[in-house]
């Protein structure tokens, strides 16, 4: 039974998020570049390649530990570029706000998108303001595109994965969703837990400047890693099998999934990249993560193998096995 | 761990048989597949996953009522959230939500208490789906309701009770269960001497289990080993949360605001005395009865085999629509839809390894 109409899932970034693309806007603008389906549209002008993204941001309540709505936009749109290989340039910043909007609130999102805008060494060059009648929206919403200049030779891209390559995440995962979770109207829960919201430019600087050549990386935004696996494996036509026991998750993150019935792999991150490079590179690559501090705790979490094909698999921590399914995209808070 | 699968794998060959053990607990299901711990049986020793999702035995018709409230416009209805995609006769709560109706997810029973308190203008239906796990807290927002005079809260009751649905299941003989791992989170509420008369009356073995991996293969093996020896007694692995009489003061709330009643179970009928409704005293907290609510016929797709897997008599790629009409997008059957559905997780983490 088809839907008729827009359901919380489709912005889940899981199944129904993909086939919403995949069956109206790919088919509707379908051409070779929107096809590659990355995190930016790599793009050539006077034979310079340029990342293109642009991003929404609906997080509820836009300010949560560890971050807020201004952060979280920067860091988003920089992220999405970064992945592509490219240094953040330029970026606009759009506004809709809700009438009654405390000004004070304003300031103070402003002042954090600046703050990230200087960790970068990023421009914001444009703008728009709207204001809508008062709950029409959730005090505001931001959308940001960026255009950063690509620094690599090689393409980099979901499609590029290969048999014998390691996958490398840069630290533990779901902090950013539990976060956002904790201090949510209704389920609101201690812990200890704050959102990993950082751009991760001068990281991925740090392990380009090696010069090994990446064949992908993914933030693992929405659906987390599962979604970010199964797309790739899917993608490049590969198998990928983590270990389980080699993924690093934070025992609070992990409490909170369990209360929550959440799977740690499949919640959000903003602050986290996965990786794929061949075997023999991978050991460089850590060690230059991990002289970054956002890659201190980077770590080889599995690797590529020819079959199944299409299919990301999970060593469990028991011996036993299993598959990474492309999370649905429940009624999860917006969290991004 | 090694040394408890191979304790297990012994006993399998002491055994020298097929045994049918089954689970009847949504979480453990749950553990089963994402650990890949089935996988480390042995072929003889099949772990059958019973009816222990709630929301998947929760009949198509009450899901249709739910959507007819929700579409009433001095209602507000609250559900947990594994509720929302489940379909019913025609639709699901999600795509009524998306269509205008009201439909709000809450945590606990006491958040939406909490609702009907700073929305006196509309009636806050909760829906109270669950075994004995969920039971207190429902038992207690009514209490609650009843003892501060919130009017405007009451409660759909489609509760079920585990001992019930295990003894039409051994009665149903379709499928032969040598025994059972008895659920951790209901035996914490209920005690494990409920669980006796399965021992008593049809000689199969229970182990009350615990939810991390080695506490289901430990409980296999305590399993495995009774019917090894011939025993047939109610053993409690789980026994750092769980005793013999469980937690009285939950009992007693269940009891004051709960009677039992029959329930119809989806996909395996009606099981006498396996649920609980609403007391006479509170029955203005009583969705039926406040709000006149009535249940249609249910109509659900003849192709779904729910109900022979919610026995264990069919495995999920034995339904045609498994995979093919029926997935965790769009499900077609309840088993497909919940998190701790067998459909779901077998097609999750199990179902397409092979193909």
Redesign the interface.
């Known amino acids: ?9 489709h912005g889940g970034g ?3 998020t993909h ?1 919403l693309i995949k069956e109206l806007f790919a088919r509707e603008f379908d051409n070779p570049v929107l096809r590659t389906s990355d995190d930016s549209a790599v793009l050539a002008m006077n034979r310079q390649g340029y990342a293109f993204t642009t991003d929404s941001y609906v997080v509820k309540p836009y300010f949560f530990p560890g971050g807020d709505i201004g952060r979280l936009a920067v860091c988003g749109t920089v992220n999405d570029l970064a992945m592509q290989g490219a240094q953040p340039q330029w970026l606009s910043l759009g506004f809709i706000l809700e009438e009654g909007l405390p000004l004070a609130d304003l300031e103070k999102i402003v002042a954090s998108i600046r703050q990230a805008v200087a960790e970068v060494g990023v421009q914001i060059v444009t703008g728009d303001t709207k204001v809508v009648e008062r709950g029409r929206c959730e005090g505001l919403y931001i959308n940001m595109a960026g255009i950063g200049r690509v620094v690599t030779k090689n393409w980099i891209g979901g499609a590029n994965a290969r048999p014998g390559d390691v996958v490398i995440v840069n630290g533990p995962l779901g902090e950013h969703g539990v976060a956002v979770m904790s201090c949510r109207e ?2 609101e829960f201690q812990t200890s837990v704050v959102s990993d919201c950082a751009p991760l430019w001068p990281l991925v600087k740090e392990i380009l400047e090696t010069g090994v050549e990446i064949h992908t990386m993914r933030d693992p935004t929405r659906g987390g890693l599962a979604a970010a696996v199964c797309d790739i494996a899917r993608a490049s036509g590969v198998g990928i099998r983590l270990n389980e026991s080699a993924i690093p998750i934070d025992p609070a993150v992990r409490g909170a999934c369990d209360l929550l ?1 959440l ?1 740690p792999l499949a919640i959000a991150n903003e602050g986290k990249l996965i990786l794929f490079c061949r075997a023999l590179d991978g050991e460089r690559v850590l060690a230059a993560m991990n002289r970054h501090p956002l890659g201190r705790e980077a770590r080889i979490i599995g690797e590529v193998q020819e079959k ?1 094909k299409s ?1 990301a ?11 990474i ?1 492309m999370p ?1 995209g ?2 999860l808070p917006r969290i991004c | 761990m090694k040394t408890l699968v191979q304790a297990i794998h012994e006993l399998g060959q002491r055994l020298g048989r097929n045994v049918n053990l089954m689970e009847v607990c949504g979480t453990h299901t749950m553990v089963a597949f994402r650990t890949g711990l089935r996988q480390l049986l042995p072929a003889s020793v099949r772990l059958l996953s019973g009816p222990g999702c709630p929301v998947c035995v929760t009949d198509a018709n009450y899901i249709d009522a739910a959507i007819a409230l929700s579409h009433r416009p001095d209602v507000l209805v609250a559900t947990f959230g594994d509720l929302l995609r489940v379909p019913g006769s025609e639709s699901s709560l999600d795509r009524e939500r998306a269509a205008g109706a009201s439909v709000r997810v809450v945590y606990s029973p006491s958040d939406a208490l909490l609702l009907a308190r700073e929305c006196p203008s509309r009636h806050v239906v909760f829906l109270g789906v669950g075994f004995e796990t969920t039971a207190p807290t429902v038992a207690w927002a009514v209490y609650r309701a009843s003892r501060d005079r919130v009017m405007n809260f009451s409660v759909l009751c489609a509760h079920k009770t585990m001992p019930g649905a295990m003894d039409a299941l051994v009665r149903d003989r379709q499928v032969k269960i040598d025994g059972f791992l008895c659920p951790g989170h209901v035996s914490v509420i209920t005690g494990a001497a409920i669980y006796r008369f399965i021992c008593e009356s049809y000689r199969i073995p229970c182990v009350v289990s615990g939810f991390e991996a080695w506490d289901i293969l430990k409980s296999i093996s305590l399993l495995l080993a009774q019917l090894a020896d011939g025993r047939a007694e109610v053993e409690i692995e789980y026994s750092r949360s769980v005793t013999e009489q469980g937690n009285v003061a939950a009992q007693r709330l269940i009891e004051e605001v709960f009677e039992p009643c029959d329930a119809t179970w989806r996909g395996i009928g009606a099981i006498a005395g396996s649920g609980l409704a609403i007391r006479e005293t509170y029955a203005r907290h009583d969705a039926v009865r406040a709000l006149g609510v009535e249940f249609g016929e249910s109509r659900v797709n003849p192709s779904c085999r729910c109900g022979d897997i919610l026995r264990g008599v069919a495995r999920p790629p034995d339904c045609q629509l498994f995979g093919r009409g029926c997935t965790p997008a769009y499900p077609i059957g309840p088993c497909m839809v919940s998190s701790e559905g067998t459909c779901a997780a077998y097609y999750k983490y199990e179902g397409r390894i092979a193909a």
Do not use: W
Not at chain 1, 313 to 323: F, K, N, Q
């Open positions: 039974m088809k839907y008729e109409r827009i359901v919380m899932a899981g199944s129904l086939e209704g389920i019935g799977d199944p299919l698999l999970l060593r469990t921590t028991i011996g036993g096995e299993r598959i399914d649905t429940e009624d």
